[in-house]
């Protein structure tokens, strides 16, 4: 018992340095430490979208109807998928590994219920994509090409549309894209799945000539 009073005095002692917007502080900085350290093992550290007029931007470049499905893939908070279903009316999915954020998203969704938003917590690279008719990702260069653009052309269906906002697919022509408005903003691409022969891997393989041909 006395070693574990000294050890209430000694937090008690360390909480008393610093006023309560200072803790709430400190928590927010550790809260996002853990979970960048989180998403980092994963391909993509955790960003989250602050711009409401870049994601009607996106949304537009995506042509995202009432009643259609979006998936969000690294949904974050859910702020992106939120969204989707207040402005567009549409039917929204979130995906999410990191077990602090789905939590978050998921409480913000019971105590502020939108109609057709759904979370999930699983990692993306280990399940089966839902069919859907836009996705949308905030993701790494080399994590949005390989392994996930080769994963969303084996799950999803012909005619999805894929948006990726700030960096764009290496290699891969995009069928649409809409710049950045402002100096702190950031450009948005839009891929339909499939892609007519716009994908540089098919560009590699060299047309046979009409000599090759004759023989």
Excluded at 104 to 112: H, S
């Amino acid at each position: 018992m006395p070693t574990i009073k000294i050890y209430l005095d000694v937090i008690g002692a360390v909480f008393s340095l610093f006023t309560v917007p200072e803790l709430i502080l400190i928590a927010c900085l550790i809260y996002g430490v853990v979970v960048g350290l989180r998403r980092s093992k994963t391909h993509a550290p955790y960003v989250p979208n602050r711009s409401r007029e870049a994601m009607r931007r996106m949304f537009v470049l995506a042509d995202l109807k009432p009643g259609e499905h979006l998936l969000d893939i690294g949904s974050g908070d859910g702020r992106v998928v939120r969204y989707a279903a207040k402005y567009r009316k549409a039917k929204a999915t979130g995906i999410e590994i990191s077990w602090l954020l789905f939590l978050r998203a998921q409480l913000k969704q019971w105590v502020f219920p939108y109609p057709g938003v759904r979370f999930r917590r699983a990692n993306v690279f280990k399940t089966q994509l839902p069919q859907c008719d836009v996705v949308y990702v905030y993701g790494l260069p080399g994590t949005l090409s390989s392994p996930l653009w080769p994963k969303m052309r084996a799950d999803l269906a012909p005619g999805t549309r894929v948006i990726t906002y700030r960096f764009p697919l290496l290699g891969v022509k995009p069928t649409a894209s809409a710049p950045a408005t402002s100096w702190w903003g950031y450009p948005s691409f839009r891929y339909d799945i499939p892609l007519p022969r716009t994908d540089l891997s098919q560009d590699r393989i060299p047309a046979m000539s009409s000599r090759s041909q004759r023989h």
